[in-house]
């Protein structure tokens, strides 16, 4: 990377809601993600309320650091909406209506079958130093401006009309305009191995990789991603390389990778089960629907996903599962005998490939010395064969019904592949 | 509040993982909430990396601005976590052992049977002029200045320990510290009306409201909050006049109120069935889990969910739960007549006082003329009786799936209180 020049970045988000609490900025964090995949270096990110004396200063000490800087929100048609006169102001020029912009509010509130009032006039008057930013989802128009030797662009506040204002314009206009590094990412998606096991098992590979190529751990709940990051001047050379690594990395974590990139756990399973041709029907109790929820968030799910059932009671677990009684008193629910049948149950009663089932205690309160809070059965139930797994999670309800889907979610996916040993 | 000079705080966030946007910066809008409830006024949040330069210029413009300055972040054991001796060098002071700290950090680690090392032992080293505040929840200690005719308080990054500290110290001591307005907050949560409706059945009601109470609305996934906020100089007649403004409004919206503060539509639900000793039992179809996992996710749900069955495909509405072929044939899934049928049987065979049906087209695909995408029927049946509603709600999958949701919880809820017509 040394033969670019770092082009650095500031992100302002304007808004007194923000200041107070009452909205969380996500649009800076995503935006930081943006700049980050094309190699563009985010040094500093502040936040402001809708005041005069706040942005000016703003401005100006952001133009000093940063050759480009990104502002959201106080774009509304309101007398609070500060950043359009300020932007005037800060760059000397007037404000005048843009017949374009005018044409595009117009048929935004024409498609929905309202009129167009004064105020939403306004939003189609623009300070003549920028270039005008069509807003497709919004009525706020966007507005691109080179001024003292910085780029700056301001967007709505609102998160669905900044990316999309971000991704048709603002990153194709970045990578226009300055002489970025070529930047390759890939992302391998692992699950079922702690990130300090998982970096234990490819040290070896991390610390031969080329000067290039970054690796980074990102982990989440009971899930690690690899993001690698090749730089240089050749597309197809960056990614040749990526892809090489990849192939020398994937024998030693071979059953923890479980997709690569944007891919879901959820999504994964998805695609193997439409690949493999075959259905699952859950019986959950400790995870109380939460993975079925996971599944059928999917669209297309109802192609490989049956039903559940959620028992959420012994008398249920008999009399609907069909759970023997004596299985229930001698072992009780949380145990491996319990889940075996419910497994075994579930697959028959929904005439599915694959039976998963959950029981446990996720607390807060329910436990003891023998089974204390966190105490998880799963079990997975196909042809010929059905295994089981016992977890010790956390005292943590919420966080225990999580951590089951993705271990529950995990086993389906080991036993779609076959590779349950 | 004219008489109370205003007092200021900015909050720093430090570290390069949040400007990469690996990690997102969830501190600064919590303690942004926090400062608001005891009247501090936020007037910027700033994102720094663990860089000398970024960090000093940030302290001395937050110094020039701020009465408070509230920081997370740069407080781990390494190199690369700059704010300890960068503290020390803004106010001129050496760094030295805090045999207290050490105490706590040596406890720490002995609690979770590992040997303190020189790196986990150089945490107890802190600047002289900082007054130690122990984290009893992780190693980094926070640290508590007062220079500079400002109040600076550093705390470390990880969420759950930066909150100890702030509920434990940093809010008690600012309250300590400085003339602080008396606030009284009480939160009205609603749920079935939207935003611009609820303001005009309560607009009246809202234009006489005294003067040191102010009203917002925070909308949210199908619900609205009014926050009512007093402020003045005695707590108990703040709250009076904040309940006789509530008693007031409340005969306008009581249909729409299920809760106050931080009760969530969930627990109201699980509060109201513990107390008429009911049960519940859900047929979920295009909501697929997600209504019994918001049920589940409450400590104690046992008590009064009984289960749930999610039959995603006819032949299971019917061979399962007993719905009509000839219904589902002439009807369809998505029609009244089969969310009747689906509630009335769950009810029936979980043995429950109310049966939850829903049946949709969550989307994206699957939907056609006269039953668009988004399209969804709930139903809740009781003794004697059965209620349904039809809902059209957006083309996006999971938005559709959590305003089911919504609905179909306002309908148990509606329904457990007897207020159906």
Known sequence: MTKYKEIKAEILAIGDELLYGQIADTNSHWISQELDKIGVRVIRRTTIGDNKTSMMAAFADAEKRADIVLMTGGLGPTNDDLTKPLLAEYFNCDIQLVPEALEAVRTFFEKRGRELTDLNRLQAHLPTKCTYVPNEVGTAPGMWFEENDTVWMSMPGVPHEMKKLMTDFVIPKIKETFPLPIIYHKVIKTVGIGESWLADLISDWENNLPENIKLA??????????????????????????????????????????????????????????????????????????????????????????????????????????????????FGAVSEQTVIQMSEQIRKKFDADFGIASSGIAGPDGGWAEK??????????????????????????????????VAALNMLRLCIIGKTE
């Not at 024998?251 to 699952?280: C, W």
């Not at 079990?379 to 943590?396: H, N, P, S, V």
């Open 372 to 405: 204390p809070v966190g105490t998880v059965w799963i079990a997975c139930a196909m042809e010929g064969k059905t295994i089981t797994k016992k977890l010790q999670l956390t005292q943590d309800r919420l966080l225990n019904i999580q951590l089951t889907a």
């Open 217 to 330: 751990y990102l982990p989440s709940l009971g899930q690690v991603k690899l993001r690698l990051t090749a730089f240089g001047d050749d597309y197809d050379e960056l990614q040749a390389a990526v892809e090489t690594q990849i192939d020398k990395v994937k024998p030693k974590i071979d059953k923890y990778i479980f997709g690569y990139n944007k891919e879901t756990l959820e999504e994964a399973i998805g695609r193997l089960l439409k690949q493999a041709d075959k259905k699952v029907a859950l019986a959950e109790s400790c995870s109380g629907g939460f993975i079925s929820h996971l599944i059928t968030s999917i669209p297309g799910s109802s192609k490989y996903f049956q039903g559940a059932l959620i028992p959420y009671h012994n008398e249920f677990k008999n009399k609907i599962l069909h759970v023997d009684l004596e299985t229930l008193k001698i």
